[in-house]
T-cell receptor, first 116, second 112 residues
Framework: GAVVSQHPSWVICKSGTSVKIECRSL??????MFWYRQFPKQSLMLMAT?????????EQGVEKDKFLINHASLTLSTLTVTSAHPEDSSFYIC????????????FGPGTRLTVT | TQLLEQSPQFLSIQEGENLTVYCNSS?????LQWYRQEPGEGPVLLVT?????EVKKLKRLTFQFGDARKDSSLHITAAQPGDTGLYLC????????????FGAGTILRVKS
């Protein structure tokens, strides 16, 4: 099956700094990637849809200036949390869709962000 | 309001018992997926159902898609401690574009 990786797997940063999280499709080209946020023992909340070569589409209530998404290539999307605050601490998960495999999404292992 | 109502939210059972998790909606989905997630990891796809009335089996797990494609169930027979985790249903439909709509999740704990 398709493999999606995320880096880093966990990160601790100080309040006010920015953090970049990478999402890569390892064995397929992903024209569309998705970024989710998940709080403990809760479901996934879609933050934005990232399309290669174009601007990301953000869900209602998600600040696009705070969560910068770049999908510059068919195998890499990045999420940058700018001026992070403790309330941004969460588990961030990306997923990618292989256009040759239909509509299934393949999820990365997630990135645990802790803002102190 | 959750677009996909998942129940129960939490289930704690003894090893060997059977259980069923439900996922219901008023919307029609073109497909519905079930995932299992362990703490600190991403969700892992268990199955995708696309045809109304479809039943799929994966060892001790049985998945069913409702005839009207608005609901689904996951049944686990003789649960084992290794089945412990967060189970998520997620649906795709025309009215949601190319996005997955997730249920709230069911936390399953199987005690030995």
């Amino acid at each position: 099956g398709a493999v999606v990786s995320q880096h880093p797997s966990w990160v601790i940063c100080k309040s006010g700094t920015s953090v970049k999280i990478e999402c890569r499709s390892l064995d397929f080209q992903a024209t569309t990637m998705f970024w989710y946020r998940q709080f403990p023992k809760q479901s996934l909340m879609l933050m934005a849809t990232s399309n290669e070569g174009s601007k990301a589409t953000y869900e209602q209530g998600v600040e696009k200036d705070k969560f910068l998404i770049n999908h510059a290539s068919l195998t890499l999307s990045t999420l940058t949390v700018t001026s992070a605050h403790p309330e941004d601490s969460s588990f961030y998960i990306c997923s990618a869709r292989d256009p040759l495999e239909g509509t299934e999404q393949y999820f990365g292992p997630g990135t645990r962000l802790t803002v102190t | 309001t959750q677009l996909l109502e998942q129940s129960p939210q939490f289930l704690s059972i003894q090893e060997g018992e059977n259980l069923t998790v439900y996922c219901n909606s008023s919307s029609v989905f073109s497909s519905l997926q079930w995932y299992r997630q362990e703490p600190g990891e991403g969700p892992v796809l268990l199955v995708t159902v696309v045809t109304g009335g479809e039943v799929k089996k994966l060892k001790r797990l049985t998945f069913q898609f409702g005839d009207a494609r608005k609901d689904s169930s996951l049944h686990i027979t003789a649960a084992q401690p290794g089945d412990t985790g967060l189970y998520l249903c997620a649906g795709e439909g025309l009215e949601y574009g190319n996005k997955l709509v997730f249920g709230a999740g069911t936390i399953l704990r199987v005690k030995s």
